[in-house]
């Protein structure tokens, strides 16, 4: 999952990108209104953690054009102001959420993971390939009933490989999904990734390079 946290208060949005990526996310940090902005243009984003109150432009109008764009990003609004009709006010805005600080982290990890299923087409919560499963909300990935210990970046690709249902996904995909901005689009990073993950999964190989466009894992061909 991709979340862009636009935040001016400096070490809030630094504790929430560190506590979001603990949990397996890709994240973003934009410390103004302008930045967040051009940002959530350039990258599509999953989910946007958006400040109300931001200089350079206000969360208001950002949350506004991200609505009109028609984009598929869903909006977290975050506030000072808890009453009712601030509440209302964001939400008639286009945000999907809001919540009021101070908040517990874990409420808003919940809410961030909550609008970032809604963010994409639905996927089952369990993927299955042949004896290869991943559990998407447990992270927990295994074959044949053995466990597989993956980084988050592995189980990050290994993820977005099965959600393809067979589709080729390229290497630009997978940088933009998995990992963040600061990720040099001319790493070998994906295709080290990749050689590892086949290492870890085993044999029969399940990950195959398609020359010039990516990688895919076939689903199996059911015989008739």
């Not at 991200?66 to 008639?92: F, I, K, P, W, Y």
């Not at 982290?105 to 004896?131: D, H, K």
């Not at 993956?150 to 393809?164: R, S």
């Not at 044999?203 to 020359?211: K, R």
Request: hydrophobic share 45%; net charge negative; with cysteine.
């Amino acid at each position: 999952m991709r979340v862009l946290v636009v935040e001016d208060e400096r070490n809030l949005a630094d504790a929430i990108a560190r506590g979001l990526r603990r949990k397996g996310m890709a994240v973003d940090v934009a410390y103004d209104g302008l930045q967040g902005h051009e940002m959530a243009y350039v990258t599509r984003y999953d989910v946007v953690v958006l400040d109300r109150d931001l200089p350079g432009m206000h969360g208001d109008e950002i949350c506004a054009e991200l609505v009109a764009s028609g984009a598929l990003t869903r909006v977290l609004m975050l506030t000072a102001s808890s009453t009712v009709a601030d509440r209302v006010e964001g939400l008639e805005l286009g945000a999907d959420d809001y919540l009021a600080k101070p908040f517990a982290f874990e409420e808003l990890v919940a809410r961030v993971q909550a609008l970032g299923r809604r963010a994409t087409p639905a996927a089952p919560p369990v993927l299955i390939v042949g004896n290869l499963v991943l559990d998407q909300t447990r992270r927990v990935v295994t074959r044949g009933g053995a466990p597989i210990d993956l980084t988050n970046k592995e189980f990050g690709v290994l993820e977005e490989l099965l959600k393809a249902r067979g589709g080729v996904v390229s290497t630009e995909e997978l940088l933009e999904r998995v990992w963040d901005a600061n990720t040099d689009p001319f790493t070998t990073t994906v295709r080290v990734t990749i050689n590892t993950l086949r290492k870890k999964i085993g044999d029969p190989p399940l990950i195959e390079t398609v020359v010039g466009a990516g990688y895919r894992v076939p689903e199996p061909v059911v015989a008739s």
